[in-house]
């Protein structure tokens, strides 16, 4: 079985200072991770996923992920944050198994506070 | 850029009635999905579709529900006897394929409320 924690669930940060959204996975096969993020009375948009390439993956808006097999980790980071990235992040799992590949298991999300 | 539409955006129904969610996914797709969110809890994920029937489907979908694609536009979600616990936000996910190298692209949701 597949499954995501997100260690907070809620983050505040000021402006120009760095992002960490923390996120650790359980799965039984070659996991396949995601980060989606949800602005307000909108849909989930994809930041950014890794499929057992490169293990730091650069998504969008300056986002950015580490894939750590040791440490079961996909945390997200971004060098400086703007207001307009306070949002909800999500962190998914996918089991690149092809009977499971369909499926995606969410987090329970982080809400990511940006202040002045 | 093309995107995945949901209709209504909020729905409130009375407990025993029949609603029916709709969803326009993104016109080239082939798989569909339906999520769903309570308040307060995970992104759950519900069922897959793909070729005019269910690739895929979790515990919570039961024969209270059921997906269709009426039409080569549409694909709907109906509860046939709502139940206070189905209160919860809604989302339509479509993809190109199937499997982690296709992206899910999802729907603004649909917050369904049972009184």
């Known amino acids: 079985a597949q499954s995501v924690t997100q260690l907070d669930s809620h983050v505040s940060v000021s402006e120009g200072t760095p992002v960490l959204l923390r996120c650790n996975y359980s799965s039984s096969y070659s996991p396949s991770l995601f980060w989606y993020v949800q602005h307000p009375n909108k849909g989930l948009q994809l930041l950014l996923k890794y499929t057992s390439a490169a293990t730091l993956v650069k998504g969008i808006n300056g986002f950015e992920a580490e894939f750590k097999k040791s440490e079961t980790s996909f945390h997200l980071t971004k060098p400086s944050a703007h207001m307009s990235d306070a949002a909800e992040y999500f962190c998914v799992v996918s089991d690149t198994d092809t009977g499971t590949a369909s499926k995606l298991t969410f987090g329970t999300g982080t809400r990511l506070q940006v202040t002045l | 850029e093309p995107e995945v539409t949901q209709t209504p955006s909020h729905q409130v129904t009375q407990m025993g009635q029949e609603v029916i969610l709709r969803c326009v996914p993104i016109?080239?797709?082939?798989?569909f999905y339906w999520y769903r969110q309570i308040l307060g809890q995970k992104v759950e994920f519900l069922v897959s579709?793909?070729?005019?029937?269910?690739?895929?489907k979790s515990e919570i979908f039961d024969d209270q529900f059921s997906v269709e694609r009426p039409d080569g536009s549409n694909f709907t979600l109906k509860i046939r006897s709502t139940k206070l616990e189905d209160s919860a936000m809604y989302f339509c996910a479509s993809s190109f394929g199937q499997g982690a190298g296709y992206e899910q692209y999802f729907g603004p949701g649909t917050r369904l409320t049972v009184t």
């Open positions: 579709f793909y070729n005019n029937e269910i690739s895929e």
């Open positions: 016109s080239n797709h082939l798989y």
